[in-house]
């Protein structure tokens, strides 16, 4: 392991050199594409035209079949007739000129007999009739006089006025009642004969009226024209209200045993299933889909606010279950070639964000899943029409996303098992839904199968994830819950050491231990990192264990004989020292930096007072702690522990009022001393912290019943 430990260092290393990160993100899109190119690769059917299929086919795509579309707007055409609109303007004008024709005739009356009354004439009328019909064709138009036949004109100058006008009615009524209806080219005789039948009827005398149905008839034309316009409207409506024919993804083209015609022939060539040769399009949306990929994951590292060290242990370590995770499902996939519809649902989609999450950053995690999500649904398409299986891709989103969530809720790693069966749970209903969704007929038989692949699927997550955290943390060096508990052992040789060497302050170590503990886990921080620093925070006493208060037993106190500065130094050394030791027998970073920044740069104010009574001035920052303050929440609560129980300790039966007096003003001193400034406990979790340890240290000091004495046993004694 250690072996494998200086590898993944030397790894890391290499990763701060340009080159080698865009390396390992081609290695990440290579892994990808292998994984996926089999997935993406068009089918190639060995189907020939005017043959029989030998297997079913279907469309892999939804596109639009421009040619039957087409045919079909053509048909749709050739059912659309000429539209022919009504012109009511002329039927107006008809009337308007038989009115005409009829107005003229009275106006040849009235002047005819104006010209009697001023000859006096009472015998012979000075107008002849054929003089009269002149006059009457005078007014008129060379159309009407070369249509209308003399007879006419005749009879109408030898009528009476108020025959003409009788007349003239009868026969516009009949004109406007035949043209008020449509009259096509084909029509006007029909149209003509029916206004004749009409006038027939009538009680005009016989002249009159054969005059009048041939005005009647002149008058009656063509009422109905050939609409352009709104031809080309209603062709181009009906070609908009054509749907275009589509092959929809998964439809059938042909079946086995079916015969392949041209129709069915064109409809494969244009799914793209018969032309295998130029098919890149595939490939080439593939590769955009795996550096959008890797461009998210780049952005996503890039914005990361931490070390640069950290940063590149991160992107290894996430490769590395990346990668992992694409080999499981590639694995799994296999499996479909046996028919296993369902196989995709067996993959463990909740381990990679279960170990992302644990081991790196939550929004990481969330990131991996929704990229995993879209690898699932293309890996595992074999028995779909397209290239993406969406069912399984929101089935591994869920899942993942649901193992995220409820392992922050829990926020111990002892809880991942439990977290693996509630995202079973999470996968049965998704399940469940998708299955409803999609109205499909399942028998019991199939509902009990995919529930089991769901249980399979949540439970092997944690299985997995429980499993291969030990092997990620020992090998980055991520401090795990089991590495702490074994560091934790008594029977560790440091843990000999202070206790044999120091054992007032192993005693020491203890107390602070209890302090940190249970003030860390009543804000959320890790409990147990801090106990266990708090084991090794002073190690460094070991070195001159008489020069420490707690180990004076029996013995004088050589600082007595020393001056402030040298005592001073001694004390300040014990961290440094520690820190020293504990890289020496390669403990953890963090229990290193415990035991280095647990008295921050605080002052020691007993030996800078005494130096200051002296008579000389002492300078502060020669009796301050090298430092550098806490960094972490541990870290901080570690040094209050530390300097509270000393402090107690030194009391003399405290009071719990005394108690709390003591911490906070030990607190509010640490606050003003700016050594809380580089960690991010919150005023509130300080108070939280500070009722922690008055909680704590009452257990300790309560009262105790003082026993009476047995005077006969003290006497016998």
């Known amino acids: 392991m250690d072996k494998l430990q200086k590898h993944l260092g030397k790894l890391r290393n290499l990763l701060e050199i340009t080159f080698f990160r865009v390396l390992l993100y081609l290695i990440l899109g290579f892994v990808l594409f292998t994984a996926m190119y089999s997935n ?32 079909k707007r053509k048909e749709a055409l050739e059912e659309v007739n000429d539209v022919y609109s009504l012109n009511r303007e002329i039927a107006q004008n008809r009337i308007d000129l038989t009115t005409s024709i009829f107005q003229s005739a009275i106006e040849v009356i009235d002047e005819t007999k104006e010209t009697y009354e001023k000859a006096d004439v009472t015998e012979s009328p000075i107008l002849s009739i054929q003089e009269r019909v002149e006059i009457l064709k005078r007014k008129l138009t060379d159309n009407e006089t070369k249509e ?17 006008t009788i007349a003239k009615d009868i026969t516009i009524t009949a004109i406007n009642e035949v043209m008020s209806k449509k009259i096509s080219a084909s029509d006007v005789v029909l149209a003509k004969n029916q206004l004749e039948e009409q006038i027939k009827s009538s009680s005009l005398n016989s002249s ?16 109905v024209f050939y609409d352009q316009e709104a031809t080309e409207t209603l062709r181009q409506q009906t070609i908009e209200g054509i749907e275009p024919v589509r ?14 015609d041209q129709h069915i022939y064109r409809q494969l060539e244009l799914v793209g299933v018969l032309d295998s040769k130029n098919a890149i399009q595939p490939f080439i949306g593939l590769t955009l889909v ?29 490769s590395i279950i990346f990668i992992l ?106 399940i469940l839904a998708l299955m409803f969704l999609q109205n499909g007929q399942y028998s019991g038989l199939d509902y009990g199968l995919y529930i089991l692949v769901a249980l399979v699927s949540g439970i092997s997550s944690s299985v997995l994830t429980i499993g291969l955290l030990p092997f990620f943390e020992a090998s980055f060096g991520i401090l795990s819950t089991m590495r702490l508990i074994e560091l934790s052992n008594p029977n560790h040789p440091l843990l000999r050491k202070i206790l044999t060497e120091t054992p007032g302050t192993y005693h020491h170590s203890v107390m602070v231990a209890n302090l940190a503990d249970a003030a860390c886990e009543a804000i959320g921080a890790n409990g147990l990192l801090a106990r266990v620093g708090c084991y090794y925070h002073d190690i460094g006493k070991t070195k001159r264990p008489q020069f420490f208060i707690e180990n004076q037993m029996n013995i004088e106190n050589p600082h007595d004989r020393l001056p402030p500065q040298t005592s001073a130094n001694i004390i300040v050394a014990h961290a440094t020292d520690g820190a020293e030791m504990l890289k020496k027998h390669r403990m953890p970073k963090e229990i290193i930096d415990i035991a280095e920044q647990h008295h921050g740069t605080t002052l020691l104010k007993f030996f800078y007072h005494k130096a200051n009574k002296n008579g000389k001035e002492a300078k502060e920052e020669d009796y301050r702690y090298p430092g550098p303050r806490a960094q972490t929440k541990e870290a901080a609560i570690v040094g209050i522990a530390d300097s509270v129980e000393a402090a107690v300790r030194s009391m003399s039966q405290p009071t719990a009022e005394q108690i709390e007096s003591l911490i906070r003003n030990i607190i509010s001193d640490r606050l003003q001393d700016g050594q809380l400034n580089e960690c991010d406990l919150t005023l509130k979790e300080l108070d939280i912290v500070a009722h922690s340890f008055i909680e704590t240290l009452k257990g300790i000091f309560h009262s105790r019943i003082e026993y009476p004495k047995n005077d006969k046993v003290e006497g016998e004694k």
């Open 290 to 318: 795996i550096l959008i990929v890797l461009s998210a994951i780049y952005y996503f590292f890039y914005e990361q606010r931490i070390p640069t060290e950290a940063k590149q242990s991160n992107l290894l370590l996430f």
């Open 325 to 430: 995770a694409i080999v499981i499902m590639k694995i799994v996939s296999l499996f479909q070639q046996f028919d296993y519809a369902e196989i995709g649902y067996v993959f463990p989609a909740a381990m990679g964000a279960l170990l992302i999450k644990i081991l790196m950053d939550e929004k990481l995690s969330i990131l991996y899943t929704i990229i995993i999500a879209i690898c699932g649904s293309t890996i595992f398409n074999q028995g779909t029409a397209g290239t993406f299986n969406m069912a399984v891709g929101i089935y591994i989103l869920c899942s993942g996303i649901a193992g995220i969530l409820i392992l922050s809720r829990q926020n111990h790693r002892s809880k991942i098992l439990k977290a693996g069966l509630l995202v079973s749970l999470v996968n049965i209903v998704v």
């Open 148 to 164: 209308l036949t003399n007879q006419t004109f005749i009879a109408l100058v030898q009528a009476k006025k108020g025959e003409l």
């Open 208 to 223: 009159l009226k054969s005059s009048a149905i041939e005005l009647g008839r002149y008058a009656v034309v063509q009422n």
């Open 40 to 71: 993406v690769k068009p089918e190639k059917l060995d189907l020939r035209k005017l043959e029989v299929a030998e297997q079913t086919v279907r469309s892999p795509i939804t596109v639009e079949d421009k040619d039957s579309t087409e045919r």
């Open 247 to 260: 092959i929809l993804q998964g439809q059938i083209i042909v079946e086995e045993g079916k015969f392949v």
